[in-house]
């Protein structure tokens, strides 16, 4: 067993960036049921990765960051613009390989390895 520990700050970043990846896949989940997303449920994804982004971001760990920006974007303007129709599954594929891509890049971190993948 390994002696080596992260930085506290680090510690709470990956804790409370997998508490929300959780919630995230929650939600997901649950809307993929009904194939809709309850404003409540966009304004809660819009929320989960507002928070990635900036704790990331405060963190360095500009990829992830950068693909929570992204993801945030993308439910502003769901919740902003409310469209007709959206292409369901498309939408929820896209944000589980996003929550993917995060999880991956939290492995990296838990390793002592640098979270370099391209968003």
Same mark, same amino acid.
């Given at each position: 067993? /390994?002696? +080596? ?12 960036? $997998?508490? !929300?990846?959780?919630? %995230? ?30 704790? /990331?971001? +405060? ?12 993801? $945030?974007? !993308?439910?502003?303007? %769901? ?41």
């Amino acid at each position: 067993m /390994s002696n +080596m520990s992260h930085e506290p700050m680090t510690e709470m970043f990956i804790f409370e960036t $997998e508490q !929300l990846l959780e919630q %995230l896949e929650q939600i997901i989940l649950a809307s993929e049921k009904i194939q809709e997303f309850a404003s409540q449920d966009i304004n809660e994804i819009f929320r989960i990765m507002h928070t990635i982004k900036g704790s /990331s971001a +405060m963190m360095l760990y500009n990829n992830i960051s950068t693909l929570a920006h992204f993801i $945030e974007d !993308l439910f502003f303007f %769901l919740r902003e613009s409310k469209p007709a129709s959206i292409q369901f599954s498309n939408l929820t594929d896209l944000v589980l390989k996003g929550a993917d891509f995060i999880q991956t890049e939290l492995a990296k971190i838990k390793a002592f390895q640098t979270p370099d993948a391209d968003p």
